[in-house]
């Protein structure tokens, strides 16, 4: 299974993208969507993700109020809205998959969990 991530590029600080996930041959519906991305000398982290029922959406704290993931099911895709870009959101931005329910809670809140299917990235620069 190879999910490909689309929609990155250069975008000014406070500007906006929307990057695409789409996996042909994959019912993304029946699967919990991930994006995260990766920053040059940093680890991998979760940036967004949404179960298969859409009854559990996640943001990492630095991008809520500013990203927005959603399904559209007739497209077989999932995008995730970008607005309000910082320099800091410069990362490659990668959306995986999982047929189960790959989050994981601590304290009351969830964060995105390891998931099965995995595409190449696409990258996103801000600049200042």
């Known amino acids: 299974v190879q999910l490909q991530a689309s929609g990155g590029g250069l975008v000014q600080t406070g500007g906006s993208l929307r990057l695409s996930c789409a996996a042909p041959?994959?019912?993304?519906?029946?699967?919990?969507i991930g994006w995260f991305r990766q920053a040059p000398g940093k680890e991998r982290e979760g940036v967004s993700c949404?179960?298969?029922?859409?009854?559990?959406?996640v943001y990492e704290e630095s991008v809520k109020g500013r990203f927005t993931i959603s399904r559209d099911n007739a497209k077989n895709t999932v995008y995730l809205q970008m607005n309000n870009l910082k320099p800091e959101d410069t990362a490659v931005y990668y959306c995986?998959?999982?047929?189960?329910?790959?989050?994981?809670?601590?304290?009351?809140?969830?964060?995105?969990?390891?998931?099965?299917?995995w595409g190449k990235g696409t990258l996103v620069t801000v600049s200042s």
């Open positions: 041959g994959l019912q993304l519906n029946y699967y919990a």
């Open positions: 949404i179960s298969s029922s859409d009854d559990i959406i």
């Open positions: 995986a998959a999982d047929p189960g329910t790959p989050f994981i809670y601590n304290s009351g809140v969830y964060s995105c969990g390891e998931m099965d299917f």
